[in-house]
């Protein structure tokens, strides 16, 4: 079963955009990396569009090619998604935070703040990190998975209690009767596993939504476990319509063993629109972002249709005999989408162009192209929303927001208005305060 | 030698003010605890009256007596510093962040983040905690004080070390050459001690002023040489002009034994107005904020003064069999205040109202009171500036902007505006960026 209408948040990071030369694109300042202001426009123009939620990735370590390309995450997103509470009323703000590296109590606190600053609009991207320069920044070793996922149950549990360790009526502001809180409704939560532990209470209320909203964004059977458990929405890596209703289902299925309601889990699949008045010039667009990074790609581009390619390749076609010799690796979902583009004939510039080896879908063309992508995928039942990877923010947010957004709308695919001011209501979450205690129940 | 103008902070916590009763004040809306609007309205009230900084002092526990007080922190320093940092343009914003429950990746990394986007106004109150209930929150136990104050040297080395991990020139922004930052001019820290470790480098480029300033609240030895060895800024705790000289000199001698000029660091002694058009008013005001809060303190007041003081003698003076028997408290340094105030002729509830038991003088009377307390003070070279307590922020902040500040001002102790944008600027603090490296040279 889907929901009648899809429901959209967009993913935020540098200050440029998801494509690696954004941070040069005509219009771009490219001084944006600490630009706080420019962090706040995106976040209203996504608003403008009626996007349930930003959704922040993060790494704790410096990567990528700072040569050419902007590192792909903003400075800190806690304080980003902060700033952007302050400049915005309804979109939800979601932020990734490890629970590898930080202390149960810090993100509670943090998260809960947020959560209040923002009248409810606040969502924690539960993850664990496995990347050995991140636990370099923290003097550590990678433990094993199983330890890191214990870690992150009881992390998120721990979270979860001190969430919920003012009870709703807790808060008195009685100035009249110069009661300020019921004591005995604000409690210590004494929750302890084997590697976090935490006594509570935060010194923290409710918010409007209650408290943050769990998000989850790993893959394999811990990460799905996790997910089933605790997660309202699971932001998904998904190249195929087939691929992205198998991961919903396992995830439906992961709540469901839960002991949940899997219409409480919601699927996200990615998408990183191209989008120009002809598919020419969306096409165009994308051949200019990637000027840089295209003749790193070729090689790779190669082993994926098993081909020898090469740099001086770049502006002509697979010729027949190439055509003749291909074979899809089997390694890379994306194989499949290269080859069905380089049959076209496009160069192999344009094919990497059409986002082969991005990390989501990328339709190509007007904005018809993305709602038509977007319209397929929902009605086959391999996502209950998308997380919208926009490839320029400073005037891609506005593209998708004046052509894209209005299209599902007449279609009836997309809300007319936010249902409400906060992330638990343009999400469809349900209520939770403090544990889940479906979780915890002996009964079950 | 004190320098020809003091500096102001003012301390920010709960929305409220710094008197317990101030959640209740007349005028003052009891959700403010919650509402970052109030944060940033007392922020901008304290930046009209140029206010070097706002600091923010935290505690990683919920402690108080909540039925009838208000905790006396912010919800988080951090964020609420974030959402100041979006609605003020000159006010530093200093908050306290524990290096003992803290990872130095991550303080760095959000300390970095508030400084570039207040533009270079970000200090950091580096402080150990020692509080078990705060241990407790983080399913830990304290560690003796050694262990302790290594840590923090460790992680404030590192953090710093982080800080400096790009060189200044390293962020080229060369759009036309696709040259995004010069990776060899981005280098790790891999600095590690008994303690903490990290391998950097942070993902931030420089702010306006470099790095954030470092501030230091901690007493002792081991305090002293923390403070003299990082800190540009400390945050006293003193009640008598003697006393405030011989911390402020104490503070100046662990400078100078770390290789640094004394008057890199400046001195703040506290301070607690209650300031009213008469005496009487300015006690009044106390008077009705202390309400709830002062007969518990009555058995305190006796024991400072050697007396056993009862609730019943609230409305009444000390009699003269009292005043024959006093023994001020040599364990308590606000003895002496008590008795003077009590030898007035004060009842026991106004010897409380002139704030005997609290954590700073008091100066009591119109404004130009508190505004004498501060000349002698300051001119007695017992501090360099001050951090004012407000007793309820809501008008407090303006009375003391609008009252005292033209006094000093006229007086030519005060500045008539701020020397510059950044934190640094307006403490007269030295430039650096990275380590000090007069504390890492081996020549010294």
Same mark, same amino acid.
């Given at each position: 079963m889907t929901h009648s209408q899809m429901i959209l948040g967009m993913q935020l990071g540098n200050g440029y955009g998801s494509q690696p030369a954004a941070w040069r694109a005509p219009g771009v300042d490219p001084s944006n990396y600490t630009d706080f202001d420019a962090q706040v426009r995106y976040a209203q123009a996504a608003e403008?569009?009626?996007?349930?939620?930003?959704? =922040?990735?993060?790494?704790?370590?410096?990567?990528?090619?700072?040569?050419?390309?902007?590192?792909?995450?903003t400075l800190e997103p806690m304080l980003t998604l902060a700033a952007i509470a302050r400049g915005t009323q309804r979109i939800g703000l979601v932020a990734t935070g490890s629970t590898t590296f930080n202390e149960p109590y810090n993100l509670a606190r943090?998260?809960?703040?947020?959560?209040?600053?923002?009248?409810?609009?606040?969502?924690?991207?539960?993850?664990?990190?496995?990347?050995?320069?991140?636990?370099?920044?923290?003097?550590?070793?990678?433990?094993?998975?199983?330890?890191?996922?214990?870690?992150?149950?009881?992390?998120?549990?721990?979270?979860?209690? =001190?969430?919920?360790?003012?009870?709703?009526?807790?808060?008195?502001?009685?100035?009249?009767?110069?009661?300020?809180?019921?004591?005995?409704?604000i409690q210590p939560i004494n929750l302890g596993g084997e590697h976090v532990a935490s006594q509570g209470p935060l010194p923290i209320p409710p918010s409007e939504q209650g408290q943050p909203v769990i998000f989850s964004a790993g893959g394999g059977d811990y990460g799905l476990e996790l997910a089933g458990r605790y997660a309202s929405a699971v932001i998904g890596a998904v190249f195929t319509i087939e691929d992205a209703r198998a991961q919903r289902e396992a995830i439906r299925d992961a709540a469901r063993r839960a002991g949940r309601n899997p219409e409480e889990v919601k699927f996200f699949a990615g998408v990183m629109p191209a989008i120009g008045p002809t598919k020419r010039a969306a096409l165009d667009r994308r051949v200019a972002l990637g000027e840089q990074t295209f003749p790193a790609r070729v090689p790779y581009l190669g082993s994926m249709l098993g081909l020898d390619l090469e740099v001086a390749q770049l502006d002509r076609p697979l010729s027949p005999a190439q055509l003749a010799a291909v074979r899809p690796s089997p390694f890379d979902p994306r194989s499949p989408r290269a080859l069905e583009v380089a049959r076209e004939g496009w160069t192999i510039r344009e094919v990497l162009a059409h986002g082969v080896i991005d990390y989501h879908p990328t339709p190509v063309g007007p904005a018809s192209v993305t709602?038509?992508?977007?319209?397929?995928?929902?009605?086959?039942?391999?996502?209950?929303?998308?997380?919208?990877?926009?490839?320029?923010?400073?005037?891609?947010?506005?593209?998708?927001?004046?052509?894209?957004?209005?299209? =599902?709308?007449?279609?009836?695919?997309?809300?007319?208005?936010?249902?409400?001011?906060?992330?638990?209501?343009? =999400?469809?979450?349900?209520?939770?305060?403090?544990?889940d205690p479906r979780l915890t129940d002996p009964a079950r």
């Open positions: 403008r569009g009626k996007f349930a939620f930003l959704f =922040l990735p993060d790494f704790l370590a410096l990567s990528g090619n700072l040569d050419h390309e902007a590192p792909q995450l943090q998260f809960k703040a947020l959560d209040v600053m923002s009248h409810g609009r606040a969502g924690w991207n539960a993850v664990t990190t496995s990347d050995p320069a991140s636990a370099a920044n923290f003097g550590r070793q990678i433990a094993a998975r199983p330890q890191r996922y214990q870690r992150a149950h009881e992390t998120i549990q721990i979270a979860q209690a =001190l969430w919920g360790s003012w009870q709703p009526d807790a808060w008195l502001k009685d100035a009249a009767a110069g009661r300020f809180a019921d004591p005995g409704k709602a038509d992508h977007l319209q397929e995928w929902f009605e086959a039942g391999a996502a209950d929303g998308f997380w919208v990877s926009i490839d320029v923010y400073e005037d891609g947010i506005d593209t998708f927001v004046d052509e894209v957004v209005p299209l =599902l709308q007449e279609r009836g695919l997309f809300h007319l208005d936010y249902e409400g001011p906060t992330l638990r209501e343009n =999400l469809g979450a349900p209520a939770q305060y403090g544990l």
